[in-house]
C-alpha cells in the first residue's frame, strides 16, 4: 500500500487538535493601577515583574527613566511620583517588552540579558541563538 505525501499530509493535518499553533503562549502583562493623589501606585508589579523575567531594578529604571519621575518599590506595588493613566503605563510596559524581553529575530520571549560591560548587555535568545546588543541607561 503505497500512500501519496498529500494523503499523509491530510491524515497528519485532521489529527492535529484545530487550536494548535493558534494560542500564543506569551501575554505582555496588562498594567492594574490607581491613582492616590499625586500618585500612582501599579498594584500588579510584581506579577508584571514575574511574566517578563527580568530584573525587577531595570524594570524600575526604565519606567522612571520613561516617565521622568522617581520610582519606588512598595511590597509588591510599584510608586510612581505622578499622575498616569493605564494607557501610558501599558505602552512603557510594551516598549520595554520590546527592547529587554522579545528577541528581535524570532519575536518569542525566550531570551535572557548577559553583561557585556560598559553599559552594554546582550539580548541572547534561548529559542534561536540570536545575539543582539541593548544599551542600558
Known amino acids: 500500500m503505497v500512500t501519496s505525501y498529500e494523503e499523509l499530509l491530510d491524515r497528519a493535518y485532521s489529527m492535529m487538535p ?7 503562549r506569551f501575554e505582555i502583562p496588562i498594567v492594574d493601577s490607581f491613582s492616590q493623589g499625586s500618585k500612582t501606585i501599579i498594584k500588579n508589579f510584581d506579577f508584571i515583574v514575574e ?3 527580568r530584573d525587577r531594578a531595570l524594570l524600575i529604571k526604565f519606567l522612571s527613566r520613561e516617565l521622568a519621575v522617581p520610582a519606588s518599590q512598595e511590597g509588591k506595588r510599584l510608586v510612581l511620583a505622578g499622575r498616569f493613566n493605564d494607557r501610558v503605563l501599558n505602552e512603557r510596559i510594551l516598549a520595554f517588552t520590546n527592547t529587554y524581553v522579545l528577541c ?21 535568545c534561548e529559542a534561536c541563538g540570536a545575539r543582539s ?5
Request: glycine residues 8%; positive net charge; proline residues 6%.
Open 133 to 137: 546588543p541593548v544599551k542600558v541607561h
Open 18 to 24: 484545530k487550536n494548535a499553533g493558534t494560542v500564543e
Open 51 to 53: 511574566t517578563l523575567r
Open 104 to 124: 528581535k529575530e524570532c519575536k518569542k520571549p525566550d531570551t535572557k540579558l548577559i553583561d557585556a560591560g560598559r553599559g552594554v548587555k546582550t539580548l541572547v
